[in-house]
């Protein structure tokens, strides 16, 4: 593996367009944007210019509603990468009063296919998930799901600033080395990568329909995750390109998922 600076986006863009799947002495390379990894993004992110973080929130993209206000997320995948967060706000307030809607977008501003939005209450967000399940949306079914709740501040306390969660159906008694399908399972994450990473990671090798943290016992993440693709295909191509890369210091493991019974 190696990295290629350039000195614009343009040439970045051109190199992964005229390069990727090239043949180069024998062997097919994989090129790519490189993200960094979640503590070094975290920390290009605190070294922003101030003007740019304090900028009043009508003024970012993607928020439409002021700060400050907080209520329970609902996660929203499979999105056609034409909606706007103001597309994606109109559509939920179907379900209730929508605080705040946005579309992740990467370092290119464009959407990553994936969004949240924050209700008024739990009702309305539960009731969103149960209208919107697999809604047709510009040719995509969407998917729906409780999010994290990034809405909400962060305990004072540094040692308790990590994400805790617990694990669902998806991620639950979920090991590597299974058979061939759209789903993988990845290992040796940094234990600060959230979901987020999980899809700017992914969705450069393809269509990523669901991804999650695996956490251990006491609600911690484990370091693992499980990742399901749109194809068999994309998952393969995953293990191909991703087994043993490093993120963040870290050398990924990288195979296909499978489900085992919980031990008694």
Do not use: C
Request: aromatic residues 10%; charged residues 30%.
């Amino acid at each position: 593996m190696a990295t290629v600076e350039f000195g614009s986006k343009e040439d970045t863009k051109r190199a992964i367009s005229q390069f990727d799947h090239h043949e180069l002495q024998g062997r097919e390379i994989f090129v790519r944007q490189d993200y960094p990894p979640p503590d070094k993004k975290r920390e290009r992110e605190e070294r922003r210019p101030r003007e740019r973080r304090d900028r009043p929130e009508r003024e970012r993209p993607g928020a439409g509603a002021p700060p400050g206000q907080s209520g329970p997320e609902v996660f929203v995948g499979n999105l056609p990468f034409s909606v706007s967060w103001q597309n994606l706000k109109d559509l939920m307030r179907e379900a209730g009063n929508v605080i705040r809607a946005d579309v992740k977008t990467d370092s290119w501003g464009k959407s990553r296919g994936f969004g949240t939005v924050i209700f008024s209450t739990e009702e309305e967000a539960a009731y969103a998930i149960e209208k919107f399940q697999g809604y047709d949306m510009g040719g995509r079914r969407i998917d729906l799901r409780p999010g994290r709740g990034d809405n909400r501040p962060p305990p004072p306390a540094a040692e308790e600033r990590r994400i805790t969660g617990q694990n669902t159906e998806f991620t639950r008694n979920v090991v590597g080395n299974g058979e061939r399908s759209n789903t993988i399972f990845a290992t040796n994450l940094p234990f600060v990568t959230n979901v987020d990473d999980l899809y700017e990671l992914f969705e450069t090798i393809g269509k990523v329909t669901r991804a999650e943290i695996q956490f251990d016992n006491r609600g911690r993440p484990s370091g693992n995750a499980v990742v399901q693709f749109d194809s068999e295909e994309f998952a393969e191509l995953a293990i191909t390109n991703l087994n043993n890369y490093n993120y963040g210091g870290r050398e990924l493991g990288i195979s296909f998922s499978q489900k085992v019974e919980a031990a008694e």
